[in-house]
């Protein structure tokens, strides 16, 4: 029999004035000590479920209150901390927007690379601005608590361009062979309103080195000198032993 394995399959449904989730164990054993937590738009923690069953629904509902804010898209992002039998702690990240008052369309296509990670690495995520002006966006990498990773940044995309960033992200407790959901969450203003992007990747944790790219590039072409130092040595050698004889 393989081993067991708790999934945690998350819902979220948003309204003007509150955030309801459903976290349902589709595993095959309980998850202990449950506990969903509200990043954005508001952080808020609800109390802890011990044990939560194979096929069991944990329902929460949180209440916001946005009417200072912009009208707009709002990014809803959860945390949701549990442990297994032996209760070691995992913790999990779901995502969703939240419209306030006027919904918005952010023009943004964003791409964030899977990459594996031993140690650290750098997330790469690609953005393209669809739209006839330029764009200053606020770009945060979002990971469970097992990883670690570099605060938000500043990108500005000019109209109709493209732009990149990395983030340089780190294990800090994750388990080896486990891959992990990450999210690249975008925000901007423009005219009065909030707009927002997300998007989704993966990390996966292997064991070994991370070898930049750059680095094992000057080891190949370091062993590509090696070689043809050798292979001129030979031949200067083999010319040695047998000269010209005409």
């Known amino acids: ?19 309801s989730v459903s976290i349902t164990n589709k595993g095959d054993e309980p998850a202990y000590n449950v ?41 809803v992002i959860l ?25 918005t369309n952010p023009g943004l296509i964003m791409a964030l690379e899977p990459i594996k990670l031993s140690g650290s690495n750098k997330l790469k995520l690609s953005v393209k601005n669809l739209d006839d002006y330029k764009k200053d966006i ?13 605060d938000s940044k500043q990108l500005s995309v000019e109209a109709r361009s493209s732009g990149k960033l990395s983030f340089k992200i780190e294990d800090f407790s994750a388990r080896p062979e486990s ?5 690249a969450v975008a925000e901007y203003d423009k005219d009065g309103k909030h707009y ?4 989704s990747s993966s990390v996966k944790i292997v064991k070994g080195l991370n070898i930049p790219i750059n680095i094992l590039s000057v080891s190949l072409a370091a062993l590509l ?3 043809i130092a050798y292979k001129v040595r030979k031949r ?11």
Do not use: C
């Open 236 to 246: 200067n050698e083999s010319k040695h032993n047998h000269p010209d004889t005409k």
């Open 225 to 227: 000198v090696i070689y």
């Open 1 to 19: 029999a393989g081993a067991s394995y708790i999934t945690l399959e998350t819902a979220i449904a948003t309204s003007p004035n509150s955030i």
């Open 196 to 199: 927002t992007s997300i998007t």
């Open 179 to 183: 891959t992990y959901a990450v999210f």
């Open 35 to 75: 506990q969903p937590s509200l990043i954005s738009p508001i952080t808020a923690t609800i109390g802890i479920k011990q044990r939560l069953e194979i096929n069991e629904k944990l329902t929460s509902m949180f209440d916001i209150v946005l009417s200072d804010s912009l009208p707009g898209t709002y990014p």
């Open 138 to 150: 606020e770009i945060k990498i979002i990971v469970p608590k097992e990883l670690t990773v570099e």
């Open 79 to 103: 945390n949701i901390d549990y442990a297994d039998a032996n209760n070691y702690p995992f913790s999990a990240i779901a995502t969703s927007t939240l419209v306030n008052k006027i919904a």
